[in-house]
């Protein structure tokens, strides 16, 4: 029987914007489940619109701006507090053109365990709002979606794994039309995956010509997708190139989805044709088997 993974390397907290769990929380959450590691990747998305905060006030700080000196001190506090379980630092940033200098100088400034780069503006819009499709057509935005993921890539910030490569395939209007229906349509998901292929394979290429990976982020089993991001035709594909780095992380907001669906993980590795997963401290890989 293949046994489950007990380490989560994508996981927010209080620490983002979007989360109201106090790390700790989840901290504990991971040893009640048997976890030998867990890395905070909170959000830090430089220049995210106010536009999107409901009532925002001029001169209010901007969302997914991460307190790093605060986020590392909660870290430094719990380490001796729970020496049974391994915490590693991460990030998770949000990249974009206007964004770059400050995350590279961020990356130079701090000693992570593990950076993910991930795409979450199209043109300053978040595909998770209505707003954005209102402006484009379900193909274009798809399109400008991996094209600004793409530049993003070749920006030369310096992270270790790119983030829910098709974040975008869960937010079309059609998906979320389903989703708010519990449905669930496998054959336009196929497709919306099939169609955008060819600048999939450019930026695996990229990352991998980079000695850059990707995540298996089990978020698309948690939103009814029946997938992970990036769905497994992405995951076969980035094997086949050449891609080895693969790191597993559930995307958690919440104490309760910790390792979200981390069961089947491993069969999807395997039947991509993955023989290991990757987990990062102190920026360098461990490639680790899995059984």
Not at 23 to 47: P, Q, V
Not at 124 to 150: M, S
Not at 256 to 279: M, N, Q, S, W
Request: proline share 4%; aromatic share 14%.
């Amino acid at each position: 029987m293949t046994r489950m993974i007990k380490s989560d390397s994508h996981v927010h907290t209080a620490f983002s914007t979007d989360s109201s769990t106090p790390m700790e929380e989840m901290l504990k959450a991971a040893i009640g489940n048997g976890y030998s590691s867990i890395c905070f990747t909170d959000h830090m998305d430089y220049n995210f619109p106010l536009v999107y905060v409901k009532n925002a006030l001029p001169g209010q700080e901007l969302p997914f701006f991460l307190d790093v000196d605060a986020y590392y001190s909660e870290i430094k506090r719990l380490i001796p507090l729970y020496p049974q379980i391994k915490i590693r630092t991460g990030i998770e940033l949000g990249l974009k053109e206007d964004a770059k200098d400050k995350c590279m100088e961020l990356l130079n400034s701090y000693k992570f365990d593990f950076v993910i780069g991930s795409t979450h503006l199209v043109d300053n819009t978040d595909p998770y709002y209505d707003i954005f499709w209102e402006k484009t057509d379900e193909k274009t935005g798809i399109q400008k979606f991996y094209e600004a993921t793409l530049e993003n890539v070749k920006s030369g910030v310096d992270f270790d794994v790119y983030g829910h490569i098709d974040y975008i395939t869960r937010y079309t209007p059609y998906m979320k039309k389903l989703r708010s229906n519990n449905l669930f349509d496998e054959d336009y998901y196929l497709s919306i995956t099939g169609n955008f292929l060819d600048i999939t394979e450019e930026i695996l290429k990229q990352l991998i010509n980079n000695g850059k990976g990707i995540e298996l982020n089990t978020s698309g089993l948690k939103y009814g997708l029946h997938h992970p991001h990036p769905h497994e035709k992405i995951l076969k594909l980035y094997k086949e190139l050449g891609g080895e780095i693969i790191t597993l992380g559930s995307d958690a907001h919440e104490a309760r989805h910790l390792g979200f669906g981390f069961d089947y993980v491993p069969e999807i590795l395997k039947a991509c044709g993955f023989k290991y997963y990757t987990e990062f401290t102190n920026r360098r890989p461990e490639m680790l088997p899995i059984h």
